[in-house]
């Protein structure tokens, strides 16, 4: 087999994006307060790229200084013998190359009063502190338990091996080895002891039935007959068996309800309770609200937090400016580039995020006046006919923005759906269907709660006849409703 090395030459054509055509689509797919975080690096990274504060209207103008003679500046007067123009043009020119740069910058203004609070310093001050963690929670209570050495070394291991959820995650036999010295199997089960009187109430159980048993005997109220319901009966529970348990409990089903409300007091992952939120705020992208004008709707950017930005002029002179070198000006060069691309791609998302939501608005006008029971199925690809942009265009625009109306803060993208129609053929989506799915659950008798196979039917007597029951079972595990079995109040 011989090998051999050719060259040849081909010619082809191939679809490739700019640098600012990338960057314009990462701008477009960001959420508020991604973009926040991405302007604020920009302005760190970029030295052409400034924020422009718009002077403020309620700030008064500066009172402009007149010339006045001062006696402490007359020794400075030159010498005007021998007609010495030169040293005039000298002092004349001082200064005359950061003129653009001082008459862009402003005037200074000093602060009004002494004790003026420091906007920085507040920043600071405001910023919450780390939160503590489970871990460091139960060491910190761990620390102040006095009992012997032993005992102590096998309650920090314990505490080692506590999840989030509070719950020790091996069982106390498996911390011991008969090669150590340190403690014994009787010291890891006394430190388990105590590790499950500190707070929160329930840490340190293996299992929920034990962490619900834990908080029970620390409660100050009188929960015997409630710890009897657990210890013994608490698969049978779990499974909404309430007669069978009345029946070997010798007690009426009402007694069984009111423990029950009393057991949802109690909480199944007292870990939670301690260390850092994992809730993600959310901000509100744009805004729907009624046109006092019009019939219609008024839709408008929630951006007041964006800042303005500008490029430096006088980096930008500079880089007209012969003196400068060839290294300096297409440094210059390349930054200025790089903030107008981002300028761009800011007022570009700005004008295909409203014109997406017009067009949502337009498309879902019965949603916004009447609700969600309203809801018509919209492809996406019609929403980027009518704007006249591509489809992964609309996808990127509605990507992890929120829109503020009438009804509540609601994800963008809900109002992109499929659906089917009624008998009517009027068009419903699934998140219209799921809706009215929630109301008949809601509206049904919960001693004698409706099978999936009812629930269907009585979408079918309101025109939604083309379901399938298994399809209504998945909406209800969508929607986290449990089977009739376990909604049957007894």
Known sequence: MKLDMNIHMKLEQRMKLAPHMIQSMEILQLPILALQERIEQELNSNPVLEQDEPLNPEQP?????????????KDLVINTDNNKVEDFQRLDSLGGGFKDYMDQAGSFHKRTRSDEPDPKLQAINNTAAPPLSLHDHLEEQWRLVEDKKPVKKAGNMIIDYIDDRGYLT???????????SDFTIDDLNTALELVQKLEPAGVGARDMKECLLIQMAQSSEDMTFESRLIANHMDALLENRLPEIAKKMKCSVNEINLAVQHLSKLDTSPGLQIGPDQNLPITVDVIVESSDESDGYLVRLADSSLPNLRVNKYYINMTKDKKIGEKTKKFLQNNVRSAQWIIDAIEQRKNTLLKVTRAVVKFQTEFFEKGQFYLRPLPMSKVADDVGVHLATVSRAVSGKYVQCFWGILPLRKFFSGGTHDDNGT?????AIRAKLCRIIDAEDKTKPLSDEQIRKKLAEIGINNLAR??????RKILNIPTARFRKKY
């Not at 200084?65 to 402490?72: L, R």
């Open 61 to 73: 103008e500066p009172e402009s200084e007149q010339p006045q003679d001062d006696i402490g500046e």
């Open 170 to 180: 091996v069982r106390p036999e498996q911390l011991y080895n008969k090669d150590r």
């Open 427 to 431: 068009l419903f989506s699934w998140e």
């Open 470 to 475: 298994r399809t209504v079972a998945k909406y």
